[in-house]
């Protein structure tokens, strides 16, 4: 005779993001009514593995709501990038007092040698989806080890959506993330990624993609594809894209710079919804390029405009990401990037301060050397100098990062940009074909979506600030009646991004300027 072994809990944290860009673009989500940018996939494949005969999930982002403090899960499971590993050791410390056994994984314990005391019960290095169940089997022995490790790059996992949606609900993100492939074969001194994912690219079936996407698309149709490189494998890519031009979604990715030279690639990715492309430029200067072994990049550096006019003609936006603080970088160096972003009219630009992220050449290359003069690992996003630059102070660094923001980011200059592009441009080509019906509730919708925006627009404390925001609006409102703009029905689109951009800047600065009350 058997009996019905009571499940144990198992509870996912995703710790709370400190202050980085990410997180700030607060307007979008206002005014779509949303919470969150998107659910680390880490997670979310280890719940996908997880036996629900076994186990009860349950699952917490704290970066849109609170952990249950009341509640006494059996086994609790953290992933860490470096900026947050401060709080997943204080959400660890504060589990372990109830004397509640943690796990913690991700980039930030696979790479860091440099770890000693810590408040888990075992840390996990390495891709986890092949060492879990030796995890879970462990803990019902009462057997945990101290350390698992993974050295493997084994098949990627395929994701039950129906599954996942039981425990998460996307509709409260923007993006729906999923991952077709794994792996960079790069070798830039200052990525993790190689160090954590290997060289070699790893993908899932085109199928499992589609199956997935089926059910994803009942919860939300933005989908970010969080590839590191989504044409590593342009065979694969051109596979995936003509199958996600029979689904009605729309979707964002990481690419290299060379798919500007791949028309056919770009063609089909337009064509299947995509609408933007993450590509890193990470500098204009040949020497900060080669410091970066950047290599792919080394090789058409000189056509960095070409690149940007060659995707924008297939209707996919860019957004493009740089890298300041190279050993090769002067004073000066900040205004000819932003001579770059206004000349080609980039109205994303992701601007990181060089970051020594445990793990990579760069980080081993700066300790050896003493330049880390910043170990609080809070300040390992991209926004703080925590290093001794080459040719200035980190706090003229982090003063040359206020000047670009200053510059691309006031709205006179995103207004300028936007008008530029959408002139010459026409974005989204597959959203816009799409019919729009006109019933009463629809508009009843709409008007409603009208009021919020009005209302979130207003929604400051500044004076100067609404002013600035209105007159924008108004500008870009008399878009609707420029002949020579293409794809009006863009326009409401780039209102609120530039918008969130704008204020993103002014945050940051804020934040730097309380750090450096010189500036």
Not at 250 to 259: D, G, H, K, T, V
Not at 273 to 282: K, P
Not at 486 to 510: E, P, T
Request: glycine share 4%; charged share 25%; hydrophobic share 40%.
């Amino acid at each position: 005779m058997t009996t019905n072994q009571k499940k144990e809990t198992i509870y996912f944290i995703v710790p709370r993001f400190p202050y980085r860009y990410i997180t700030e673009f607060k307007f979008i989500l206002k005014i779509l009514k949303l919470k969150g940018y998107s659910f680390p996939l880490s997670l979310t494949s280890l719940i996908n593995l997880t036996d629900e005969t076994q186990w009860h999930i349950l699952v917490t982002d704290e970066n849109i709501s609170r952990i249950n403090d009341n509640l006494k899960p059996s086994l609790v499971v953290l992933t860490a990038m470096s900026c947050f590993y401060n709080r997943a050791v204080e959400i660890a410390e504060q589990f372990k007092q109830k004397n509640i056994p943690v796990i913690c994984g991700g980039i930030h314990v696979s790479l860091y040698k440099n770890i000693q005391s810590h408040p888990f019960s075992s840390i996990v290095i390495g891709e986890g989806e092949d060492v879990w169940n030796e995890i879970l089997n462990d803990y019902k022995k009462g057997a945990l080890k101290p350390v698992y490790t993974n050295d493997l790059h084994s098949s990627l996992v395929e994701i039950n959506a129906e599954k996942i949606n039981r425990y998460i609900d996307f509709s409260k993100y923007l993006f729906y993330s999923i991952q077709a492939t794994r792996g960079c074969p790069y070798d830039c001194n200052f990525c993790s990624v190689k160090e954590f994912n290997g060289r070699e690219t790893r993908h899932r079936t085109v199928e499992s993609i589609v199956s997935e996407l089926n059910d994803v698309k009942k919860t939300t149709q933005e989908i970010f594809f969080v590839d590191d490189n989504i044409i590593g494998d342009k065979k694969y890519a051109k596979e995936l894209f003509n199958a996600l031009i029979r689904q009605n979604i729309f979707w964002s990715s990481q690419a290299s710079i060379n798919i500007a030279f791949e028309n056919d690639v770009l063609q089909l990715a337009a064509q299947s919804g995509c609408e933007y492309f993450f590509l890193g430029f990470e500098s204009t200067q040949k020497n900060s390029l080669e410091l970066f072994n950047k290599q792919i990049n080394l090789s058409i550096k000189d056509k960095y405009s070409e690149i940007i006019s060659n995707i924008r003609s297939h209707g996919i936006e860019i957004t493009a990401s740089f890298i300041i603080g190279s050993d090769s970088d002067i004073k000066e160096s900040f205004q000819q990037l932003v001579d770059f972003i206004e000349e080609n009219n980039i109205v994303s630009a992701m601007i990181n301060i060089l970051t020594p992220f445990p793990g990579t050449k760069l980080f081993e290359t700066m300790s050896r050397e003493s330049r880390i003069i910043d170990d609080d690992l809070n300040h390992y996003d991209g926004q703080h100098a925590v290093f001794s630059p080459a040719h200035m102070s980190a706090s003229d660094l982090e003063k040359g990062l206020c000047s670009i923001y200053t510059k691309i980011y006031n709205l006179n200059a995103l207004y300028r940009k936007t008008r530029a592009i959408l002139c010459e441009y026409k974005f989204f080509d597959k959203r816009n074909s799409l019919h729009m019906h006109r019933s009463f509730p629809g508009i009843l919708r709409d008007l409603w979506n009208i009021f919020r925006f009005v209302y979130h627009l207003l929604f400051t404390n500044s004076a100067h600030v609404v002013m600035n925001r209105l007159i924008f609006v108004f500008k870009m409102f008399l878009l609707f009646f420029d002949k020579k703009v293409l794809g009006k029905r863009n326009i409401f689109i780039f209102i609120v991004k530039c918008i969130s951009l704008n204020d993103f800047s002014r945050h940051a600065i804020k934040q730097i300027q309380k750090r450096n009350i010189f500036l």
